[in-house]
């Protein structure tokens, strides 16, 4: 089992969502000036052992952060939407056996200027391997 598992699920879920605007990690992405986009970040926590044993289960846990960028705050609010209901609460992914549940996903504040609106939004997810 691994993070490279989750990522993936996480992954195959946004590609889902049918968006070619996508700047994945380590993959190469240039917007054109001005054009919105989602910027995406695989962000893992330590995990914690549930159970007691060498050889037993841990949970993993962790944010699955994907940054609209765009020039307008209402189109911005409404892709932030949008993927909201499409990484749902409660919804459960898999990849090759290894399931990934969401907890839940929360706006962050506006990290951009006057310019440009980056609202970020912060999925929790959580997997048991």
Same mark, same amino acid.
Request: glycine share 6%; proline share 5%; aromatic share 10%.
């Given at each position: 089992?691994?993070?490279?598992?989750?990522?993936?699920?996480? #992954? +195959?879920?946004?590609? %889902?969502? *049918? =968006?070619?605007?996508? $700047?994945?990690?380590?993959?190469?992405?240039?917007?054109?000036?001005?054009?919105?986009?989602?910027?995406?970040?695989?962000?893992?926590?330590?995990?914690?052992?549930?159970?007691?044993?060498?050889?037993?289960?841990?949970?993993?846990?962790?944010?699955?952060?994907?940054?609209?960028? #765009? +020039?307008?705050?209402? %189109?911005? *609010? =409404?892709?932030?939407? $949008?993927?909201?209901?499409?990484?749902?609460?409660?919804?459960?992914?898999?990849?090759?056996?290894?399931?990934?549940?969401?907890?839940?996903?929360?706006?962050?504040?506006?990290?951009?200027?006057?310019?440009?609106?980056?609202?970020?939004?912060?999925?929790?997810?959580?997997?048991?391997?």
């Amino acid at each position: 089992m691994s993070y490279r598992k989750i990522q993936a699920a996480l #992954d +195959a879920r946004l590609k %889902a969502y *049918q =968006s070619e605007d996508v $700047a994945f990690p380590a993959q190469p992405y240039y917007p054109a000036h001005g054009k919105a986009y989602l910027e995406v970040k695989f962000l893992p926590a330590p995990a914690e052992g549930i159970f007691l044993g060498s050889g037993a289960v841990e949970l993993h846990t962790g944010v699955y952060r994907i940054t609209v960028h #765009d +020039a307008d705050m209402i %189109a911005a *609010q =409404s892709r932030i939407d $949008a993927l909201r209901t499409h990484f749902n609460k409660g919804r459960v992914l898999t990849f090759e056996s290894v399931d990934v549940h969401l907890d839940g996903a929360a706006v962050g504040a506006n990290e951009g200027d006057l310019k440009k609106i980056v609202l970020p939004l912060l999925i929790s997810w959580r997997s048991y391997f």
